[in-house]
């Protein structure tokens, strides 16, 4: 991959770095984060300790995936930002829609293809030095889902293989240009400009859900959207309910 090429052909006017190899693209930005005047994208071609949410981890080859994250500074404290990685997902799943890949999402944070995880997305923030916060928006597709890789995570993954045959750079271009215009529109409009496209993507909408921390049962519920704020709304037996997103997991129940 070529940093000018996907800048040249992106219209977002992003910064665009490309690395061969880095443990992970979110941890190189906000290491940066303090001392960034711009947005950056930062792409590796191979990621080699990729990250998940509450210190899960994203595996992926150089040939068959992409791995990269968006350092973007917005006005306002990180609460503001509780809805932002399902209008990623959103952004994503449009941009994935027009290149000939159907998704669906799954709340809070995975883009799901044929109901497997395609790509994964981890949003870490940091206070700003002169005010608001950072946020990277870290993003890993995978292209190929080889064999061996979903015997690792033990459970099974989607890839994209229509996607694989692309030129890279226009890829990411695309993807940063649907992450671009996104990240203003949440800036100026906030998630509720995105629950009504979450939706449309659904993947569990009126599936029997159960809600685990750490393992544990919280709830279980019919799953039944987002709200504006990006919080699930789960019909319970009890009536609806809301699901800040945290560090909970939501599974289908069987
Ligand atoms: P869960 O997947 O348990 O619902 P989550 O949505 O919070 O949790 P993340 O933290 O976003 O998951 O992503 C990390 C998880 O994704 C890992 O625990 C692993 O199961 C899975 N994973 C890691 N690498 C890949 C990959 N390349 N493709 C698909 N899934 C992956």
């Keep these: 991959m070529n940093a000018a090429s996907i800048f040249s052909l992106s219209r977002a006017g992003v910064r665009v770095e490309v690395v061969p190899e880095t443990g992970s693209t979110n941890a190189d930005l906000l290491a940066r984060a303090a001392q960034l005047a711009e947005p950056v994208l930062l792409v590796a071609e191979h990621q080699t300790a990729g990250?998940?949410?509450?210190?899960?981890?994203?595996?992926?080859?150089?040939?068959?995936?992409?791995?990269?994250?968006?350092?973007?500074?917005?006005?306002?404290?990180?609460?503001?930002?509780?809805?932002?990685?399902?209008?990623?997902?959103?952004?994503?799943?449009?941009?994935?829609?027009?290149?000939?890949?159907?998704?669906?999402?799954?709340?809070?944070?995975?883009?799901?293809?044929?109901?497997?995880?395609?790509?994964?997305?981890?949003?870490?923030?940091?206070?700003?030095?002169?005010?608001?916060?950072?946020?990277?928006?870290?993003?890993?597709?995978?292209?190929?889902?080889?064999?061996?890789?979903?015997?690792?995570?033990?459970?099974?993954?989607?890839?994209?293989?229509?996607?694989?045959?692309?030129?890279?750079?226009?890829?990411?271009?695309?993807?940063?240009?649907?992450?671009?215009?996104?990240?203003?529109?949440?800036?100026?409009?906030?998630f509720g400009a995105f629950s009504a496209r979450w939706n449309l993507r659904h993947a569990w909408q009126g599936r029997t859900v159960v809600i685990l921390d750490d393992g544990k049962l919280l709830q279980e519920g019919l799953a039944a959207g987002v709200d504006d704020a990006g919080r699930l709304l789960l019909d319970t037996a009890e009536g609806r309910t809301t699901v800040l997103a945290g560090d909970v997991s939501l599974r289908v129940k069987e």
Excluded: C, H, Y
């Excluded at 209008?87 to 994503?92: I, K, N, R, T």
């Excluded at 995975?110 to 870490?124: M, N, S």
């Excluded at 990277?136 to 292209?143: D, E, F, K, P, S």
């Excluded at 271009?173 to 906030?190: N, P, T, V």
């Design 51 to 190: 990250r998940g949410r509450a210190g899960r981890s994203w595996l992926s080859s150089s040939e068959n995936s992409l791995t990269f994250s968006l350092a973007w500074k917005f006005e306002g404290g990180p609460q503001m930002l509780s809805g932002l990685p399902l209008a990623v997902g959103v952004a994503l799943g449009d941009a994935l829609g027009r290149l000939g890949v159907q998704v669906q999402l799954k709340w809070p944070n995975d883009v799901l293809k044929d109901g497997d995880k395609l790509a994964g997305i981890l949003i870490e923030t940091q206070s700003a030095p002169g005010g608001g916060t950072w946020a990277v928006i870290g993003v890993g597709l995978n292209l190929i889902m080889p064999d061996d890789v979903e015997a690792l995570l033990g459970r099974s993954a989607a890839g994209a293989p229509w996607l694989a045959r692309m030129d890279r750079d226009v890829l990411v271009a695309a993807l940063l240009d649907a992450l671009a215009d996104a990240l203003r529109l949440f800036a100026q409009q906030g």
